[in-house]
C-alpha cells in the first residue's frame, strides 16, 4: 500500500449526549479514491468536517501525509492541501465562477489582480483535469454538474491534494454522475488522493479503490473494493441482511384504475415536456417509469396529480375524468382516492418548520378525524402521527420535532405514511427513495408492494433503474417526453438503459 | 431667468438635504449587502447628530466634534452587531431597540448637560462645518448660466457635502474593486460560503457594521453641525428610513443610492419651496402631501416601476455554523 495520504488515530466527537463519531481509525492511501459508505446519521459526514476543520474532535489524532496535524478552521485543513466539495454546494449564486474562486484565496487585496492571476491558474486547471467551465459564468446560471467543478476547481485552486467529495452524485443526473466519475479517475491518475462519501454502493463498486463503512458512529470495516460485494457493503452499513430485491408474487391486475390519453403537457419555458402519452394502470400492479431525469417524468406526474396544467389529452381516474388545467383542488383529487409523493419533498411534500405530527396530516387536516368542530383535534393528530411513526419506523419517534430535523430518509417516510395510510386507490410516487438508506429503501419497496397486493393502483417514476426493475409489474420507459418502450419486469438493464438513452425500439430488442 | 434661479436654489436645497440620507443610505448598503438588516440607521444618526453636537460646543472644535459622532455611533453599530452577529438576535429588533434607546438617551443626556429642554447649545463659528467657497466661483459668479450653476450649486458647501458624494465612487469601488468588498458581498449572498473558504463570518460582518457606524456617524454630524446650528430632539425625523426606503429604491447599488437619495431630496426641497403657493392647474397642495410624496413614491416604485429588488440572500438571518 502507498503512503497514507490521512490517518485517523481514535477520534471521537459528540453533540451532547449523541456520540455522532466513537473511536474511529482510518486510514487513506495516497493517490486512491477512498469510499466512505454508511446510512444517514451512521458519522460520516462528522467525521469529515471534523477533517475540514468544521468541528474539533473531542480526541484523538490526525496526521496528514504522516505527520500529526492541527485543524482548528478551514483554513488550517486547506493550508494541509485538503479540499471539500460539499453536499449543498459552498457558492455565490450571483458570483462569476473566477469570483467564487478566488473567495477567500484571493492574491492580493484589489480584485483586478487577483483575477487576472486567478484566470491564468484556472486555465492551467481546467487543462489539465478537462474541467472546462467558463470562468465569466454567473453561478446561478449554469447547471449543478457545472456549478459542482465549480466546487472542484475552488478546492484546486488552493492547492488541494486530498479531495472530499460529500455525497456528490445526489444532485446530478446520470450522465453528469458519469462525467464526475471520469473527473475523479483523472484526479487520481495526476496523484491526487479523493474520499468520496456516498450512500449509494454502486458508486462505490464503481469507482473506489477501498472502502470503509461506518455505522451509528463506528468505523465497522474497511475493505479493498474488488475483494467485496454490494450484498456485503450493504449488510456492514445496516447491520444486518438486506433484501436488495425486494420478493413479490405476480401482480393480480385487475380493472383499470387511472388512464392517461393522449396527454402532452408544456413547461415553463413553452417546450414540450411530454408528447402525447398514453397509458393505463390497473388495481393490483405497479407500473414504473424509467428514463433519465428530464425526459418528462417530473411533467408527466404534476399533471396527473392536477398541479401543472396539461395542453391537450386527458387523465381519468375511476373513469371519471381529472381537472386538467392546471387548476385542480387537490383536495378534492384526495377525495377521490388520488394520493400524491411528490419527487421533492422539501418544496412540495412538507412543510419543514413544522412539526412531524403536523406535516403527518398535511393535506388532510380538513378530514373530520382530525377535527374537532372547527378546531384541530390536538390529541387525535398526536395520535394518529405516533402511530404512523410506529407502523413506518420513523426515527427518531417524536412527533414534536420539527421536521427538518430529521434525516432525508426519514422525512421520506413521512410522506409516504401520511399518503399510504390514507388508504388511496391510486398512488403516484416520485423518486420515492431518493436520498434514503439501503435499509429505509428495502421497508419502503416492502411497503409499496404491500399497497399492491391490496390491490392499489401505484404509479412509480425513479431515475435508479433497478428500483423501477425491483418495483415494476410493468415498465414504461420515457424518453424526450414520449414512452419508447413498454417492457417486464425481466428486463435486462442493457435493453432498458438502450431504451433509455434514445436508441430506437427495433435495435433495442434486436 | 427668475425660473432659472429657481430652479438652481431648488437644486442647491436639493443637495443639501440629500446629504444626510446618502451617508445614511449608504451606510445601510455596507450593512445589508454584508446580510446584516439595519433598521437602526436612524437611531445612530441621532447618536452621531447629539455626540456631534455636544462635543463640539464643549470642546469648541468641529473635527472633535466629527470624531466623537462616529465613536459614539460605532459603539451602537457594535451593539447591534454584539446581539445580532455574536448572540444571533433577530436583526430587526435589535435595530427598533437601538432607534428607541438613541431616542430616549439623547434627550435625557441633553437635558441632564446642558439644561436646554434636550437641545444643545447653539454652535459658535468654528464648531461647525462653515460652507468652503470653490476657487473661482466668486469670479465666474456674473456668466450666465455656468456662473450661477458653479457658484450657487456646486460651491458654497460644506466639507461634509463633498465628502458624502466622494463617498458614492468609494464605495462603489470598495464593493466591487477589492478583496474585502469580494468577501463582504459574498457574506451577504452566502455566509457558509465564506466560511468553508476560511474567512471569519464574524468578524466580517462587524467590520461592515464598522463602515455603517462611521457613515451614519457623519451623517448625524451633518444634520446638527451643518444643516443645524445645534443638536434638536428627534432631528433625524425619519430620515433614516427614508434612506432604507431609498437603499432597497437603489437594489442596493451605490450609484443608484445616490440618485435614490437626489430624488427624495428634490421631493423634499421642493415641497420645503412650494409650500403655501399654488400649483398651477392643481392649485394648492397640503404640505402634508408633498412630504408623503417620497414614501408614495417608493411603494409605487417598487411595486412596478423599478422591477424586482432582489436583498442580499443571507439578509437578516443570522450565520449558525451547521453543515
Redesign the interface.
Known amino acids: 500500500m502507498a503512503q497514507a495520504a490521512i490517518e485517523l488515530i481514535g477520534i471521537n466527537k459528540s453533540f451532547g449526549a449523541v456520540r455522532a463519531n466513537r473511536d474511529i481509525n482510518l486510514e487513506i492511501a495516497r493517490g486512491t479514491i477512498h469510499g466512505i459508505v454508511g446510512e444517514n446519521g451512521a458519522g460520516k ?1 462528522t467525521l469529515m ?1 471534523i477533517l ?1 476543520g ?1 468541528y474539533q474532535a473531542d480526541s484523538g489524532e490526525i496526521r496528514v501525509g504522516g505527520k500529526p496535524a492541527s485543524i482548528k ?3 488550517d485543513a ?1 493550508a494541509l492541501g485538503i479540499g ?1 466539495v ?1 453536499q ?1 454546494f ?6 462569476t465562477v473566477l ?2 474562486i ?5 492574491s ?5 489582480k ?1 483575477i487576472a492571476k486567478a484566470r491564468s491558474e484556472l486555465e492551467r486547471l481546467e487543462r489539465e483535469y478537462g474541467l472546462e467551465v467558463d470562468p465569466d459564468a454567473i453561478i446561478e446560471e449554469l447547471p449543478v454538474g457545472l456549478q459542482q467543478r465549480v466546487e472542484i476547481l475552488k478546492a484546486l485552486y488552493r492547492g488541494a491534494e486530498i479531495l472530499i467529495l460529500d455525497e456528490p452524485t445526489g444532485v446530478l443526473t446520470p450522465a453528469e454522475a458519469d462525467h464526475l466519475f471520469r473527473i475523479l479517475k483523472q484526479l487520481k491518475e495526476q496523484g491526487k488522493t479523493v474520499v468520496l462519501i456516498t450512500h449509494k454502493l454502486r458508486e462505490i463498486m464503481a469507482i473506489t479503490d477501498n472502502v470503509s463503512v461506518m455505522r451509528q458512529g463506528t468505523m465497522v470495516a474497511t475493505r479493498e473494493t474488488a475483494k467485496t460485494t454490494v450484498g456485503e457493503l450493504a449488510e456492514l452499513m445496516v447491520g444486518r441482511r438486506v433484501l436488495l430485491r425486494v420478493e413479490k408474487g405476480e401482480a393480480e391486475a385487475g380493472a383499470v384504475k387511472l388512464a392517461v390519453k393522449n396527454l402532452t403537457v408544456k413547461d415553463s419555458r413553452d417546450v414540450t415536456m411530454v408528447d402525447d402519452i398514453s397509458f393505463d394502470i390497473k388495481a393490483g400492479e405497479i407500473v414504473g417509469i424509467a428514463g433519465v431525469a428530464g425526459n418528462g417524468q417530473s411533467e408527466l406526474l404534476e399533471a396527473i396529480s392536477g398541479i401543472r396544467r396539461a395542453v391537450s389529452g386527458s387523465v381519468m381516474l375511476d373513469g371519471k375524468p381529472i381537472d386538467l388545467t392546471g387548476a385542480a383542488d387537490p383536495g378534492e383529487l384526495r377525495d377521490r382516492g388520488l394520493a400524491h409523493v411528490p419527487e421533492d419533498r422539501h418544496h412540495v411534500g412538507l412543510v419543514l418548520a413544522f412539526e412531524e405530527n403536523e406535516n403527518s396530516i398535511l393535506g388532510y387536516h380538513d378530514d373530520p378525524r382530525y377535527l374537532k368542530g372547527p378546531f384541530l383535534n390536538i390529541d387525535a393528530i398526536m395520535a394518529d402521527a405516533k402511530d404512523k411513526i410506529e407502523k413506518y419506523d420513523i426515527r427518531p419517534g417524536n412527533p414534536r420535532l420539527k421536521t427538518a430535523n430529521f434525516s432525508g430518509g426519514n422525512q421520506q417516510k413521512i410522506v409516504l405514511a401520511r399518503e399510504m395510510e390514507q388508504d388511496p386507490g391510486v398512488l403516484i410516487v416520485g423518486q420515492p427513495t431518493r436520498g434514503v438508506d439501503v435499509g429505509a429503501i428495502e421497508f419502503i419497496h416492502k411497503r409499496l408492494i404491500a399497497m399492491r397486493d391490496q390491490g392499489k393502483a401505484v404509479l412509480v417514476v425513479s431515475v435508479e433503474l433497478d428500483e423501477i426493475r425491483s418495483l415494476s409489474d410493468r415498465i414504461l420507459v420515457m424518453f424526450a417526453g414520449r414512452i419508447v418502450g413498454e417492457r417486464g419486469p425481466e428486463a435486462t438493464e442493457g435493453e432498458l438503459g438502450l431504451l433509455m438513452a434514445g436508441v430506437e425500439r427495433q435495435e433495442a430488442a434486436e | 431667468m427668475d425660473v432659472f434661479i429657481a430652479i438652481v436654489q431648488i437644486l442647491d436645497s436639493t443637495i443639501r438635504l440629500s446629504v444626510p440620507l446618502l451617508l445614511a443610505c449608504l451606510a445601510g448598503l455596507y450593512s445589508e449587502r454584508a446580510g446584516v438588516f439595519d433598521i437602526g440607521l436612524e437611531g445612530k444618526m441621532l447618536v452621531g447628530a447629539f455626540a456631534g453636537a455636544a462635543a463640539a460646543s464643549v470642546f469648541h472644535s468641529a473635527f472633535l466634534g466629527l470624531g466623537m459622532a462616529i465613536v459614539m455611533s460605532v459603539a451602537f453599530a457594535l451593539v447591534h452587531g454584539f446581539a445580532s452577529i455574536t448572540h444571533r438576535g433577530n436583526q430587526i429588533v435589535s435595530g427598533v431597540a437601538i432607534n428607541f434607546v438613541a431616542a430616549g438617551s439623547t434627550i435625557i443626556l441633553g437635558q441632564a448637560w446642558f439644561q436646554q429642554g434636550g437641545r444643545t447649545p447653539a454652535l459658535q463659528p468654528g464648531e461647525r462645518f462653515e460652507a468652503i467657497t470653490l476657487p473661482g466661483a466668486a469670479a465666474i459668479h456674473d456668466v450666465p448660466i455656468i456662473g450661477p450653476i458653479y457658484s450657487e450649486l456646486l460651491s458654497g458647501h460644506s466639507i461634509l457635502v463633498y465628502l458624502a458624494f466622494a463617498m458614492v465612487p468609494f464605495t462603489w469601488w470598495v464593493l ?8 463582504l ?2 457574506v451577504g ?2 455566509p ?8 471569519s463570518v464574524a468578524w466580517l460582518r462587524y467590520r461592515a457594521l464598522i463602515c455603517t457606524g462611521i457613515l451614519t456617524g457623519i451623517a448625524g454630524a451633518y444634520l446638527s453641525m451643518v444643516q443645524n446650528g445645534g443638536f434638536v430632539k428627534d432631528m433625524t425625523a425619519g430620515k433614516g428610513y427614508i434612506a432604507l426606503a431609498a437603499l432597497i429604491f437603489a437594489k442596493w447599488r451605490p450609484v443608484n443610492a445616490m440618485f435614490a437619495c437626489l430624488l427624495f431630496g428634490f421631493l423634499d426641497a421642493a415641497a420645503i419651496r412650494l409650500q403655501g403657493s399654488p400649483l398651477p392647474l392643481i392649485g394648492k397642495v397640503p404640505v402634508q402631501f408633498m412630504q408623503a410624496l417620497p414614501y408614495v413614491l417608493t411603494v409605487i416604485l417598487l411595486a412596478g416601476f423599478i422591477g424586482k429588488a432582489i436583498p442580499p ?1 443571507a439578509g437578516g438571518v443570522p450565520y449558525v ?1 451547521e ?1
Do not use: P, Q
Request: proline residues 0%.
Open positions: 459526514s468536517s475540514y468544521f478552521t478551514s483554513n486547506i471539500m460539499h449543498h459552498m457558492l455565490v449564486d450571483n458570483f469570483e467564487n478566488i473567495l477567500g484565496a484571493e492580493d487585496a484589489l480584485l483586478k487577483s | 466591487f474593486r477589492t478583496r474585502f468588498g469580494l468577501r458581498r459574498a449572498e452566502n457558509a460560503a465564506v466560511d468553508t473558504a476560511g474567512i440572500r455554523k453543515r
